[in-house]
């Protein structure tokens, strides 16, 4: 008897077939036409031909087992989530992620050399009667999905730039990939040359680990051939944020735990939820590698433990501000463009500090919003500023000057023990760092004043201003200075802590942190020469730089000496 196979299942069959008859040797001349002798022999050393993969539309997991028993692939693996394929199709039909239950199944298939490879089945669940059925006709009519894959043996970042530059090399352009952290895998996409005579037109190289520092370049090299998928992505931004921000909101962090999956149903009813719609939250959320999904539930990943409220830390309350106050504020950019003024502003109808401090909750989120960004701080307390005057034999003050709710002088006075400080704030913001540095046992070591910048303490060794001058325009920055020249003792040092935009308009968290400021404060953020002549207007000069985490640094400044002046 003769038996009819569906069209899927013809195509996994001949999926199967090659699998059994290509090598790494043979498979890689095919794929990359003209690519033979060192270069040829240095691929196969780093990587090996892994598995051939095609996407599938089952109806329901039952089609989905039978097929694959007539192509002889059996197996007790079960069917696991895949991200990318997911993702990927999502923004190819502009369809929401949640809407595609896509999962991926392995199996083992014996080659012709005796080497032990993979079948990888991508199954798009689309119940009979879906609309997913346009879907999946295009899908089997243009093969997006059907790839070749080699992994990689050695998943060191400079082999594997090496192996990324030896596919270009040879016409291979990029064609997306992404972290899959399910596996914790990073999949790099490759689209053959028109010469290619494999039968295949997308190459895979799998690299066991994360590598999302080498994937985002080879990322941003795709988007830029494909500029609708580049724009419609940065158009969504704004949903990522809220996504994030909501996240913070309802506590779902702190219900969740890292080690084990948990259910929505469970997760609903700790924050107060529906579940269909948290589903919803969370799947993007996944995307985002804030979560993964498993059968159990989701569970927290180290990025979105983050997000715990008072974890190690923490950056809630950032999420809180950027999601709240400034968030809505942005909706002002254009008349901040057009006319100057702060959106911010005109939005509420003051100044951020002077809205800040009007309500108790808003300002306590704020502080903790500065703290969030804690990590720049790190290496700051072992700057040779600092280390110098922790030796000073008679003793030595650290002035923090605007220094919020104490979280850098914190960190300076438990690194140098000899060090005395003085914390300068606005009122409520002393009493909330006076809290913070007392619960450290800090507190003995420690002077509050309240006040402005015109109050300002003469006497001391080493004066901070960290994330102080970017809140204002040049005037005002000029005006703080002075204050500080007139406090500092001529030996005195001056470390400004702030995020400095590159003079070669290189990639900086400075630039998106520029148009926030000019927004939300007024404010801006300045290159490193724009800064000297700030200092030198005050009677400072620039005497070294250093750089810090999350794009920050720190200006180590002096009094100019009046001889050179």
């Given amino acids: 008897m003769i038996t009819t196979l569906s069209g899927d299942t013809s195509r996994l069959l001949a999926t199967v077939d090659f699998v059994k008859e290509q090598d790494t040797a043979t498979l890689l001349p095919l794929l990359l036409p003209g690519l033979d002798g060192p270069e040829l022999r240095a691929l196969v050393e780093h990587c090996r031909f892994s598995h051939a993969a095609l996407l599938v539309f089952p109806s329901d997991e039952a089609e989905l087992g039978a097929m694959l028993t007539d192509c002889g692939l059996v197996g007790v693996t079960p069917r696991q989530p895949s991200v990318v394929v997911r993702e990927r199709l999502a923004v190819r039909h502009r369809r929401r992620a949640a809407e595609l239950d896509v999962g991926i199944v392995r199996r083992a298939v014996v080659g012709a050399d005796g080497a032990h490879r993979m079948v990888e089945v991508f199954a798009l669940t689309v119940p009979p009667g879906s609309d997913l059925g346009t879907v999946a006709a295009h899908e089997r009519e243009r093969q997006h999905e059907t790839h070749v894959g080699f992994d990689v043996v050695a998943p060191d970042p400079l082999v594997l730039r090496g192996l990324c530059a030896t596919f270009a090399r040879y016409g291979a352009t990029p064609d997306g990939g992404g972290y899959n952290p399910h596996e914790d895998g990073t999949v790099f996409y490759f689209g053959a040359p028109a010469e290619a005579k494999a039968g295949y037109r997308r190459v895979e190289l799998y690299v066991p680990g994360d590598h999302r520092d080498l994937l985002a370049a080879h990322l941003d090299e795709h988007r830029a051939r494909q500029p609708a998928e580049t724009l419609l992505r940065l158009l969504t931004g704004a949903w990522t944020t809220q996504a994030l921000s909501t996240f913070a909101q309802l506590g779902v962090a702190d219900a969740m735990d890292g080690d084990r999956a948990v259910g929505v149903e469970e997760l609903a009813r700790e924050v107060g939820a529906r579940p269909r719609n948290l589903t919803t939250l969370l799947r993007y959320l996944a995307m985002l590698g804030a979560v993964t999904e498993g059968r159990d539930g989701f569970r927290l990943t180290e990025t979105g433990a983050l997000l715990r409220d008072g974890a190690p830390a923490s950056m809630r309350a950032l999420a809180l501000m950027y999601g709240g106050p400034f968030y809505d504020s942005f909706a002002g950019l254009g008349h901040t463009v057009r006319t100057g003024q702060v959106a911010f502003e005109h939005l509420f109808g003051e100044n951020h500090f002077d809205h800040f401090a009007r309500d108790p909750h808003l300002a306590e989120l704020f502080d903790r919003s500065m703290a969030a960004g804690a990590a720049m701080f790190d290496p700051v307390p072992a700057h040779p500023a600092l280390t110098a005057a922790a030796e000073v034999p008679a003793g030595a003050t650290v002035v923090d000057v605007a220094g919020g709710n104490g979280e850098l002088l914190g960190r300076i006075l438990s690194a140098h023990p000899r060090l005395q400080g003085i914390l300068l704030e606005r009122p409520h913001a002393v009493e909330a760092a006076r809290a913070r540095l007392d619960g450290a046992g800090l507190g003995a070591r420690c002077a509050f004043l309240a006040g402005d910048f015109a109050d300002l303490p003469g006497g001391g060794d080493v004066y901070v201003l960290s994330r102080v001058l970017h809140d204002w325009d040049d005037e005002?920055?000029?005006?703080?200075?002075?204050?500080?020249?007139?406090?500092?003792?001529?030996?005195?040092?001056?470390?400004?802590?702030?995020?400095?935009?590159?003079?070669?308009?290189?990639?900086?968290?400075?630039?998106?942190?520029?148009?926030?400021?000019?927004?939300?404060?007024?404010?801006?953020?300045?290159?490193?020469?724009?800064?000297?002549?700030?200092?030198?207007?005050?009677?400072?000069?620039?005497?070294?730089?250093?750089?810090?985490?999350?794009?920050?640094?720190?200006?180590?400044?002096?009094?100019?000496?009046?001889?050179?002046?």
């Fill in 476 to 565: 005002r920055c000029r005006e703080i200075l002075r204050h500080c020249a007139r406090a500092m003792p001529d030996h005195a040092d001056l470390l400004v802590v702030e995020r400095v935009l590159p003079s070669d308009g290189s990639v900086s968290l400075a630039t998106a942190w520029d148009l926030h400021m000019m927004c939300n404060v007024g404010g801006r953020e300045r290159r490193a020469e724009h800064y000297a002549g700030l200092f030198a207007d005050a009677g400072l000069t620039l005497v070294g730089r250093s750089p810090l985490p999350l794009d920050g640094h720190v200006l180590h400044v002096r009094k100019a000496d009046p001889t050179t002046a």
